[in-house]
């Protein structure tokens, strides 16, 4: 039953059926962990193939997951997302490489400045607040790249 439901939102959200093994699998994960989330079935669906869809590499439209999922509103579905990933302990994480993708800037020498730019940072904070500040933050977060991508293509004036 669970399998057939995983086919038809799979085909209703446009993804390759290679992800429904992994959104079978996470769907039993969230199930077994007894979370009281609230969440509909349809949305617990979907929320499993669009973190499927992101391990495998492909890409969703978040509109569209919304709209099959049926989500009231963005901010509930994101919200649903988040505490999923939280639940089901899946880190996600960015590299420079990808966010510079996903803004238009794949040139290897933007994006060789960018990583300049972010160790630099990361020394001037450092130096004005010391080393314990830099333990303190956590620079892995995908906001600290976003912002020095942000500074670059600010620089470089391209367009986000």
Avoid: W
């Amino acid at each position: 039953m669970s399998e057939d439901m995983m086919r038809t939102f799979c085909g209703n959200l446009g993804l390759d059926a290679s992800v429904i093994k992994d959104g079978l699998n996470l769907y039993r994960e969230m199930k077994a962990s007894h979370s009281q989330q609230d969440l509909s079935s349809s949305m617990e669906y979907v929320i499993c193939l669009h973190l499927a869809a992101q391990k495998n590499g492909h890409n969703l439209d978040l509109t569209k997951a919304m709209k099959v999922s049926g989500s009231k509103s963005k901010p509930k579905y994101q919200n649903a997302y988040r505490n999923a990933q939280k639940l089901l302990q899946i880190k996600s994480t960015l590299n420079l490489k990808e966010i510079c993708l996903k803004v238009g800037m794949n040139d290897p020498g933007i994006i060789e400045e960018t990583r300049q730019a972010f160790n630099l940072y990361k020394n001037s904070i450092s130096k004005k607040y010391g080393q314990d500040k830099i333990n303190e933050l956590d620079f892995t977060k995908p906001v600290y790249l976003c912002a020095a991508v942000h500074a670059i293509c600010k620089f470089r004036k391209h367009k986000i």
